[in-house]
C-alpha cells in the first residue's frame, strides 16, 4: 500500500519536476516568472491531443514531436513577451506572460472547446503487478520517460558546450556577453528547453488527468511552490520540491485509507478531501513564507544590492 | 507628486467624462448604463489597486479577492440577515481590509516574486473556501435575489439612478485617493519605489507606507465588491476566479498604474473594450491578450502616461521657476550635547559574515564630533558594510553601534536617519522623473509622512511648500540650484552626485556616511566638493568620507582609518596611515612595503 502511493507520487512528482525544471531554468537565465509555464502544460496536452487525431500514434512516439514544436513556440513566445521587455524591471515580463497565458487560454478554447480532453497514454494504460505493488503501465511510462528527460538535460547542462554556455549566461549576463556567447540565442534557447519540458508534461498529464484550457493556472502555482520550496533557482531544488508537492498531493488525500484510526464518515471525507489537500498545503507554503522569508533551502539566485 | 502635466491631462480627462456623462444619461440605453456602471465599480477597483500596484509598486495578485469578499460579505448579509447596502458597508468594507491587514503581516515583508506568489495562494485559498461552504455561500451556484443598491431607505432602481450612484462613489474616491498621494507622500512612494533601501535612509518608514497601500487597496476594492453585487444582483464564485484580477491589472497597466486618472480611464476602455471588439466574436477576449500585451511592451505608463507626454511637449518644463530659497530651521547640532572627548558613534567589537567571508572582524572605532574621518582600504575590505550596518541595511552578528550615548544596534534605518545619521551610496538611487528639488524635498518632510496628515492638511500643502523651500537652500548649499528644477535622468553624472549629497544633508543630520563622493568627478569639481563638505563640517555636521582619491581625501580629512579583509590596520594623521606599512602593504603588496625606509 505505502510502495503503490509512493510510486505514484514518485511518477507524478517526475512530470511536476518538468514544469518546474523549464519555470526554474527562466529564473536562473532572466531572473524573470514567467507566469505562462503553466500555461505551456495545457498547450503541450493539446498539441498531443491534436497529433494524435492526425497520426494516430501512441503517445510515446508523438513526444519528439511535441518537444520540437513546443521548442519553436517557446522561442516565439520569448520574442514577443520577454525580448521586448529585457531591459525593464522583471516585474514586467511577469504581467507580459499573464497576457500572453490569457491569449493561449482562449485561443485554446476557441480550438478544442471547454471540455477535458485527453491524450494518448504513452505505451497504453493496463496494469501491471510487481509483486504486492500493482503499476499502472502509463505510470510507469510517465516516470521512467520523465527521469530520462532530466537526465538528459544534465548531460546537456554539464557535458555539452551549450550547457556550459547556457550557464554561463545564467550566471552572469554581461560576463557572458563579454566573453563572446551569443546571450540572446542562449536565453531563446533557455525559453525554448523551459516550453519544451512544459510541453512533455503535457503530453504526459493530459492522458490520465486530462488537458482544459484553464488548467495552466494550477500548474503554474504547482511550479512556482516547487521553486520556493526548493530555493528559488536551484534546479535541483526544483526537482526537490516537485516531488515533494506530489508526494503531499498523493498522500495526503490517502490518510484515512492509511491510518484507518482517522476515522471514516463525512468529517473524514471532507478533512481529506483533494480541495481541503490543496487548502492545507497552501496554509504551509505560507508558513514557510512566513518562517523563511528567503524559502525553504535559502536562494540559488543572490540579489546584487 | 502631481507634476503639471498630470494636473493638465487630469483636468483634460475629467472634462472629456463629464461630457460623455451627460452624453450617456441623454442617450444611453439601459444596457449601456448597466455596462458604464460595471466600469465604474471597476474603476473603484482599480484606483485601490493604484495603491498597491501603482504607488507601492507591488505586484499583489490578490486585489479581485478583496473585491470578492466585500461582494460576498454585503451579498450575504443583505439576502440572509436582511441588512441593506449602506448598513452592511462598514461590514462589506471591513472584513477584506481586516483580512488585507492579517496577511500583510506575514507577506508584505517578502520579496517581490514571492509576494506574488502568496497573493495568489491566498486567493486560492479564500476561492476555494468559497466553493467549498455551500451551506453559508452557496457554493459553486452562490446565492440568486440579492437586492438592489439601498441608500438612506430607499432603493435605487436601475438604470440612470444606479449610473449615477456607482460614478458618484468614483469620483468620492478619486477625490479621497488623490488626496492620500499628493505631495510629500506622492514623492516618498516614488523613491521608495525605485529603491526602497534608499528611502528607509530617508527616513521614510517604508513597512508602514506598504502597509497602508495595501489596506487602502482593500478598502477600496471591499466599496467596489458591495456595489457589483448589488447591481448584477447574484453572489457567485466567479467574482473570487483569477480572471477578476487580470481585469484589473490590465485596467491598470492600460490607464496607467501610477495614476488615478489612470485607473477610471483604464476601467472605462477595459470594460467597453469587449463591446468595441464585438465584431471580434469569440476572439475578443484573446483581444484583450493582446492588448495587454501591447500596451505593457509599447506604453509602460498606459494612455495617462502617454497624454502626459503629449502635455510636456505642448508646455515644456523650461518654464518651471524654482521657489525661493527658506531658511533652514537652526540645526539640531549643539556643542554642549556631547562633549568633544566623547565620541559621537562607537563602534564596539562589530562583526559581520556572508556565508564563511568574514566581511568585520571584530572592528571598533570611534568618530569624534566635529571631526571628517577618512576611511580608506583596497576593495572589498569592508568600508560599505560597516556604512550599511551603521545605517541599519545589515544587522551584525555582534557587537554594538552607540550613536550620541543610545544604542542604535537593532533599529531599524528609518529610525536610525531619523536620529541623525544620513548617507550617500556608492551608485547614486535618486528617482529619475522627479526634479532635482523634489528628490531632496521627500527627505526633508520624511519623518511627518503620513496618510491622516495628507488627508488633514488644507488643499495646497503648506509642508510641501516649506520643503521645496527649504531644499532650494540645500541645492544653493551645494552649488546645484542652477538645475533644481530638471528632472533627475537628464542630469550628467556630478550634478546626480550633488543632488544626493543636498538630499542626504536635507535630514539634517549629525553624522554623514559619504560612500566614494568623489568618484567619476573631473578635478574642478573634486576641488568645489571638497571646499562645500568642509563647510558642511564647519556648520557642525559630522563627516565619515569613504574614498580611493588620495589627493581629494587627503587634504579633506582631519583623520584616515584604514580597514584590511574587515579589520582596522591603521588609524591616525593622514600622512602617518599614508606611509603606514600595513597600509602600504595591503594596497601593494609586500615588496612595495619592504621597499620603505
Redesign the interface.
Known sequence: MALQLLFNAFSLGAAYALVALGFVLVINATSA?NFCQGDMVMLGGFTSVALAQGLHLPGILLMPIVLIIMAVLGIVFSA??YF??QR?P???V???T??????LQ??A??LFGPEPKAAPSLIGTSEMAFGPVMVSRQALAILVTAALLILALYALFTRTQFGRRLRATAQDREMAAAIGIPVTAMIAGTFALATALAGAAGLLLSNTFFVTPTEG?NYI?KA??AT?VGG?GSIPGAVAGAGLIALFEVVYPAMPVIFQGLGEGKLSSALFSQ??S??VL??V??II??VR?Q?LFGEAVR?R? | MISRASRDVTIFLGACGILCAIYVLATGSPYVLRELSIAGIYALLAIGYHFIFGQAGA?ALSQGTFMGVGAYASGILSVRYGVPFDVGLPISIGLPVLLAAIIAV??L??????F???T???S??VL??A??WVSFTGGANGIGGVPAIVLLDRTVPPGWATFLTVWGFVVLAGLLAARLTRGLIGSAFAVMRVNS?AAATLGIDTAWLRFGAFLLSAFFAGLAGALYVHTIRVISPEILG?SVM?TC??IA?LGGRYRIAGAILGAVLVIELPEWFRFLR??Y??G???A??VV??AA?DGFVGLLEHVAVRLRPRMSLTPPAAAALPAGRISADRAPPETPLLQLTDIEKHFGGVRALDHVSLAIRPGEILGMIGPNGSGKTTLINIVTGLYQPEGGRVVFDGSDITRQRPHQIARQGIARTFQTVALVDEMTALDNVAVARGSHRLGFWQALASPLSDPALRTARGEAMALLTLIGAETIAMMPCGTLAYGWRRRVEIARALALEPRLLLLDEPAAGLNETEQADLARRLRQVAAAGCTLLVIEHNMLFLAPLADRFICLDYGEVIAEGTPAEVQSDRKVVEAYLGRGAAAALP
Open positions: 516568472v514577443v513577451a521586448p521587455l525593464r522583471p516585474e514586467t511577469f504581467i507580459s499573464i497576457a500572453l497565458g490569457i491569449i482562449n485561443l478554447t476557441i493556472t502555482i512556482y511552490i520556493t528559488w480541495t481541503t490543496t487548502i497552501d496554509i507554503i505560507l513564507l512566513f522569508p524559502g540579489v544590492a | 505586484l506575514p507577506v515583508r517578502l520579496q517581490s516574486h514571492y506574488a506568489l502568496a495568489l495562494i491566498i486560492q485559498i476555494l473556501i466553493v467549498q533601501t483569477f487580470v491589472l490590465t497597466m469569440e476572439y477576449l484573446v484583450y491578450g493582446v495587454l500585451l505593457v511592451i509602460p
